[in-house]
Protein backbone atom coordinates (compact mmCIF):
# COMPACT_ATOMS: atom_id res chain seq x y z
CA UNK A 1 0.00 0.00 0.00
CA UNK A 2 1.10 3.54 -0.95
CA UNK A 3 -0.53 6.70 0.62
CA UNK A 4 0.52 10.05 -1.75
CA UNK A 5 -0.10 13.43 -0.85
CA UNK A 6 0.46 16.55 -3.11
CA UNK A 7 0.79 19.80 -2.00
CA UNK A 8 2.57 23.52 -3.14
CA UNK A 9 -0.39 24.20 -5.25
CA UNK A 10 -2.03 27.80 -5.66
CA UNK A 11 -2.94 30.64 -7.41
CA UNK A 12 -0.63 32.27 -9.74
CA UNK A 13 -0.22 34.39 -12.56
CA UNK A 14 0.86 33.42 -16.27
CA UNK A 15 4.54 33.31 -16.53
CA UNK A 16 4.97 32.24 -13.38
CA UNK A 17 6.94 29.47 -11.55
CA UNK A 18 5.37 26.70 -9.17
CA UNK A 19 6.56 23.59 -7.65
CA UNK A 20 4.62 20.76 -6.04
CA UNK A 21 5.57 18.31 -4.19
CA UNK A 22 4.04 14.38 -3.73
CA UNK A 23 5.09 13.24 -0.19
CA UNK A 24 4.86 9.03 -0.35
CA UNK A 25 4.14 6.93 2.55
CA UNK A 26 5.75 3.34 2.81
CA UNK A 27 9.35 1.50 2.25
CA UNK A 28 8.72 0.52 -1.42
CA UNK A 29 8.54 4.35 -2.73
CA UNK A 30 11.56 3.50 -4.55
CA UNK A 31 10.51 0.20 -6.42
CA UNK A 32 7.80 2.59 -7.71
CA UNK A 33 7.81 4.51 -11.37
CA UNK A 34 6.05 7.92 -10.32
CA UNK A 35 3.58 10.50 -12.51
CA UNK A 36 1.50 13.38 -12.61
CA UNK A 37 -1.66 13.82 -14.02
CA UNK A 38 -3.86 16.68 -14.36
CA UNK A 39 -7.32 17.59 -14.46
CA UNK A 40 -9.17 20.30 -15.94
CA UNK A 41 -12.57 21.27 -15.18
CA UNK A 42 -15.09 19.47 -17.81
CA UNK A 43 -12.35 17.84 -19.14
CA UNK A 44 -10.40 14.46 -18.82
CA UNK A 45 -7.76 13.79 -17.03
CA UNK A 46 -4.41 13.64 -18.91
CA UNK A 47 -0.71 12.65 -18.31
CA UNK A 48 1.49 15.42 -17.45
CA UNK A 49 5.04 13.62 -16.50
CA UNK A 50 6.79 10.54 -15.27
CA UNK A 51 10.07 9.36 -13.96
CA UNK A 52 10.75 5.78 -13.70
CA UNK A 53 12.71 4.38 -10.30
CA UNK A 54 15.63 4.44 -11.41
CA UNK A 55 15.26 8.53 -11.16
CA UNK A 56 16.76 9.29 -14.93
CA UNK A 57 14.41 8.37 -17.28
CA UNK A 58 11.40 10.98 -17.70
CA UNK A 59 8.56 11.30 -20.07
CA UNK A 60 6.24 14.70 -20.46
CA UNK A 61 2.91 15.40 -22.39
CA UNK A 62 3.64 17.05 -25.00
CA UNK A 63 1.77 20.45 -23.74
CA UNK A 64 4.12 20.63 -21.02
CA UNK A 65 7.67 19.45 -22.36
CA UNK A 66 10.24 22.65 -22.32
CA UNK A 67 8.27 23.77 -19.32
CA UNK A 68 7.89 21.42 -16.74
CA UNK A 69 10.37 18.81 -14.73
CA UNK A 70 9.56 16.27 -13.42
CA UNK A 71 12.22 14.77 -10.53
CA UNK A 72 12.28 12.33 -7.25
CA UNK A 73 14.09 12.38 -4.35
CA UNK A 74 14.02 8.68 -2.72
CA UNK A 75 15.41 9.35 0.27
CA UNK A 76 12.71 11.33 1.13
CA UNK A 77 10.16 9.30 -0.69
CA UNK A 78 9.33 12.46 -2.17
CA UNK A 79 8.55 12.70 -6.37
CA UNK A 80 8.82 16.98 -7.76
CA UNK A 81 6.76 18.78 -10.61
CA UNK A 82 8.77 22.24 -11.39
CA UNK A 83 6.33 23.94 -13.45
CA UNK A 84 7.72 27.41 -15.30
CA UNK A 85 6.17 29.56 -18.00
CA UNK A 86 3.05 28.56 -16.83
CA UNK A 87 -0.30 29.65 -19.00
CA UNK A 88 -4.01 29.82 -18.13
CA UNK A 89 -4.61 26.41 -19.88
CA UNK A 90 -2.16 24.76 -16.98
CA UNK A 91 -5.05 25.61 -14.54
CA UNK A 92 -6.44 21.95 -13.48
CA UNK A 93 -6.30 19.49 -9.80
CA UNK A 94 -2.95 17.84 -10.26
CA UNK A 95 -2.43 14.25 -9.27
CA UNK A 96 0.40 12.02 -8.13
CA UNK A 97 0.72 8.94 -9.11
CA UNK A 98 2.51 5.70 -8.67
CA UNK A 99 2.35 2.71 -11.10
CA UNK A 100 4.46 -0.85 -11.08
CA UNK A 101 5.46 -2.43 -13.07
CA UNK A 102 4.58 -0.23 -15.77
CA UNK A 103 5.14 3.59 -16.04
CA UNK A 104 2.43 5.24 -15.28
CA UNK A 105 1.86 7.50 -18.15
CA UNK A 106 -1.96 6.60 -18.28
CA UNK A 107 -4.95 6.14 -15.76
CA UNK A 108 -4.89 2.38 -16.36
CA UNK A 109 -1.64 2.30 -15.55
CA UNK A 110 -1.80 4.01 -12.04
CA UNK A 111 -1.91 2.05 -9.41
CA UNK A 112 -2.18 4.54 -6.17
CA UNK A 113 -3.47 7.94 -6.95
CA UNK A 114 -2.83 11.36 -4.39
CA UNK A 115 -5.87 13.29 -3.95
CA UNK A 116 -4.93 16.09 -5.63
CA UNK A 117 -4.09 20.09 -5.81
CA UNK A 118 -5.27 22.60 -7.28
CA UNK A 119 -3.65 25.22 -9.50
CA UNK A 120 -4.94 27.74 -10.84
CA UNK A 121 -2.97 30.09 -13.15
CA UNK A 122 -4.63 33.45 -13.73
CA UNK A 123 -4.25 35.36 -17.37
Known amino acids: QVQLVESGGGLVQAGDSLRLSCAAS????????MGWFRQAPGKEREFVAG????????YYGDSVKGRFTISRDNAKNTVYLQMNSLKPEDTAVYYCAAGMPVMPTTSRSVNYWGKGTLVTVSS
Open 26 to 33: GRTFSTYH
Open 51 to 58: IHRNRVTT
